[in-house]
């Protein structure tokens, strides 16, 4: 497993560093915490405040991911997923979250909010074809696999 290093620092005495619940050796993403108080009504959606800015070295991306657990027992995720951190932003790391439940539900600092997973990614150049080789699976899109 590679290992980086990422520079961080904090907005507010509330924010709390990203962290695996378990062991990075078993869990890709690690939890993001809320540093503020944010009540969402249903149907309503918010950013929510972390109080962290990252400095993601370049090659790398940070992902922002909803917590399975607030969709099950709360029908609380994310509205933009993934969310894409990317190298060069230097502003407070933010969850865009959605209430698709039916009570009201409150975030208060500290409580998990998304996971965190870090990648690396490539540096694309397009080339331009008149024509692309075949594949077995052709133009096959939504439904192909009969599913």
Known sequence: MDSITIAVTTLHPQAQLPHCAHSPLEEAGMDLFAAEEVCLAPGEWATVGTGLILEIPPGYEGQVRPRSGLALRHGVTLLNSPGTIDPGY????????????????????????????????????????????????GVGGFGSTGV
């Open 90 to 137: 230097r502003g407070e790391v933010r969850v865009l979250m959605i209430n698709h439940g039916k009570a009201e539900f409150r975030i208060g600092p500290g409580d998990r909010i998304a996971q965190l997973i870090i990648g690396s990614y490539a540096a694309v150049e397009w080339k331009l074809e008149p024509a692309l080789s075949g594949s077995a699976r």
